[in-house]
């Protein structure tokens, strides 16, 4: 009786897993994917905004807190500046990182650092809304509607996936509001996302 | 005829025939002991400047010399990326590379300890106020914000043991600004379709077996990947060499069987087919080019590849005194057997003579070249027409007393040279109005003159282009800008690094230029790391500071002991030198940038300069270094340029020398000058009318061009002169004598035209840009100062 019981549970469990399997591509292409995404996110030009972020660090007894601004410019300029606790600046331009810090500063080529270029090419892929470039680099999935979305980008390349576990971009339209990036050691960074400047009017449907 | 004075003239001659031969035997026995080089030093300057003297050690026999680029091309990325990582691991267990680099990183591991064990004495960030409370807490913080980044995955394991940070900023100042990209753990090319590899050869430069053995080991140990269907691109300058002197090799060897071959063609259809002849008229030819390899070999103690291809063409130039003598060479009406030889050196040997000579005063400008590669031309030609003319004028006459007995098809070939020299006199005045063209074309149109060193390369231009696409994968730029200080110890080459360095940092912060690489940043001077060494505190006050500067932050004092423990180690450490250095993974990239000295020479640092995004801007790099002595500016490319520049100016200064003293020669044997201008019309328009076409089609002419055009006043001068000979024999006839041109002479002069044309020719087909440039010119040039002689200087009408 039991058996017969649990073998029944069991054959519905899979008959359900099977329509749910069959019928998520087409719920994900009547609700919100990828290309969609990108597609509003590309409207996007130019932006600025301020930003605050939270780091949790294991080794750490305290959470490390930091504020600055970001801004972005189509296609491929995306500058984040920190101000608190202290003055660092991270511009990227086209494949030329440069770093700031204090008096000091240095540029690279950024595909030299595949390291720091896992974060760099997601953010500066979400905010440009370039759907190849974030192909090449990750295994993206969106969750969520145009109003309230998720993206989150998992790093195709082993070595790579072996220190980022994988980011997190939550939004809203054409707005990114939160950036979380899960590093594979247990560590994690929160960046809470403010916008400035309301995007040019030609560009995007702001309003709700 | 006296019995006696008979004897003596017997031995004369055979007295002549024995030295002769005693010089053949010695110049085939230092022929066959000499060194044959194909590296372009040949064409460097033997009296550098100061930067060209940097330059010079860098190319002959610094590291960029020896540097072997490695491309994998084709396949999957993960097989190209798994043959980068295997072939370096073979290429570094061969024992022939002083360093492989590959992107893998794993591979620093030893490199990573040995700094991190040396940080107190090799980061620039160490001075007294570093470990201050207030230096504690700005360096500690800079650190923490690290944290929880991909930056920060190094940094979180070393931290409690250097909280300050200090490995990062070593490697910051180490790593380089142009780096590859990085994929799957290797470097590949910008666009990622190919792993790249950067071999440095144990072997020397300037060795060209050693390095030829270098890449068979690169291409033996990338076999099995090549049958996967992956592909090995090659380059670096060891590789350059390596195929030029195979190519100039095959190159010289092809030429000289075309060249023979087509020799003897025209030497049959001449003379019939006589053996006897045929060895005879190539008896010059042989002597020549060996007087030439030995008087080269003596002088310079080797020859250079391209000499030697170039000496292929005094087959056709010395092929001309034997054609002269065995056509001209004919016994007088009732002179009897063996009269033709006294005959000819009464009549024809004085012309001959006198074309030597002007042929030798154009090629001996060439020997006053501060550039060995020309001097070595200039000398291989003199050498070689002295000992074809001396050849035909010592050994011809016992040889062949009567010249030739062949006609074969000369006598067609004389009566349609008759033919020709009547009617081209019709043609004079097209022919002037084209030199007038031609020349109006060349002074309208801009300069031709812009030929660069690149001209000289033999090795093609793919391989110059595959060369340039490895080299900006890689990063590494060999037309860059470089910072060369000097000093004369290893201390004070280091000191003066840095003194540079400081200048530098100025010009990178203010955005001059993008960074620079100095070996001091490697290797700091004794100086230095003492200054660093003394303001490392005692643990008591480090303790101290410590304290206070972590007081409520998130990284507490207690946790970083190892940091105080590692501080007062460095206390104790000695002071690293070129030699404590020895051994470990930073030897090679210092020895990259540092070249020791010895007595006579003074240690050299190179600091090369990466530029700003407008390149970089040598004025206000100059003024920024300007008052710090031992210490130059070079751009390698404008030096490269400059020395070409010098190079051209200076060949052309002396191919203007040589014209003249072409000039002085035929007045002062002609003591007339309308003989002189007579023979000079033809040859400055044939030189006009080439320069004007090759101007006109935009070819970009350069110093070889420039030998071309010299050897075309040379050889068609001899032509020029025939024409004025055969003119002032008729002059000097007695009036309303029927004006009877000599056919024969005519035949001689065509078929000596014929066969240089056809060896000029066959260098115009030449794959080595260096003869390509000589047959271009040459070839069409002494066709025309033929055909131009004939038509301005006509023979008057009988």
Known sequence: MLRTDRRAVLARFAALSVVAMLSLPLRAQAAFDLPQLTQLLSRVKNSEAVFTEKRMVSILAQTLMSSGRLSFAAPDTFVRETLKPHHEKVAVVGNNVTMSSGSRSRTVPLDSVPEAAVVVEAIRGTLTGNRELLERHFGATVSGTPQRWMLELVPIEPRLRELVKSVQLAGQQSLVREVTVAMADGDRSVMTIEQVASPKPASAPASN | MLEPLKRAGAFARRGVLALWLACVVAAIAIAARTNYVADLSAFLPSTPSAEQAVLLDQLRSGVASRLVLIGIEGGSREARSAASLRLAQALRQSGAFDAVHNGDNSQFEATGTFLFEHRYLLSPAVDAQRFTVEGLREGIGETISLLGTPAGAMIKRVILRDPTGETMRMAEGMLPAQAPR????????????????????????????????????????????????????????????????????????????????????????????????????????????????????????????????????????????????????????????????????????????????????????????????LAQLGLFSVAGLVAAALTTRGVFPMLAPDGAPGVGMRRRLGQWVGWCTAVLPRARWPFAALSLVAAITLAWLPSPWRGNLASLNPVGAEKIKLDEALRNDIGADDNGTIVAVSARDEAGVLAQAEAAGVRLDRLANAGVISGYESPARILPSPAMQKLRRDALPDAATLTANLEQATAGGPLPAQRLAAFVTDVQTARQQPLLTVASLKGTPLAPALAAQLLPGNETRPWRALLRVQPGPQGVDMAKLRTALADLPGTQVVNIGDELGGMYTRYLHEATLQALLGALAVCVLLALHLRSWKRLLRIAQPIVAAVLIVLAVMSAAGIALGILHLVGLLLTVAIGSNYALFFDQIRSQQEAQPAGTPAAVDQDTLASLALANLTSVVSFCLLAFSSIPALFSVGQVVAPGILLSLLLSAAFIPAPKG
């Open chain 2, 182 to 373: 990085s994929d799957g753990g290797v470097w590949v090319s910008r666009n990622a379709a190919r792993a790249v590899l950067v071999a440095t050869t144990r072997a020397d430069g300037a060795d060209i077996d050693g390095q030829e053995r270098s890449l068979q080991i690169v291409r033996d140990r990338f076999a099995p990947f090549a049958a996967q269907g992956l592909k090995l691109v090659l380059s670096g300058s060891g590789s350059f060499a390596v195929a030029s002197r195979a190519q100039i090799k095959t190159e010289v060897e092809r030429l000289a069987v075309a060249g023979g071959i087509a020799i003897i063609g025209i030497l049959l259809l001449s003379f019939g087919g006589s053996l006897r002849t045929l060895a005879c008229a190539m008896l010059p030819v042989a002597c020549g080019v060996l007087a030439g390899i030995a008087a080269v070999s003596l002088v310079f103690g080797n020859v250079h590849g391209i000499t030697l291809g170039f000496g292929t063409t005094l087959i056709g130039e010395a092929v001309d005194y034997a054609i002269y003598y065995l056509i001209q060479a004919r016994p007088l009406p009732g002179g009897g057997k063996g009269s033709g030889a006294r005959q000819w050196i009464n009549d024809n040997w004085p012309t001959v003579r006198l074309g030597l000579w002007t042929s030798i005063c154009g090629f001996a400008a060439l020997l006053f070249s501060g550039f060995p590669g």
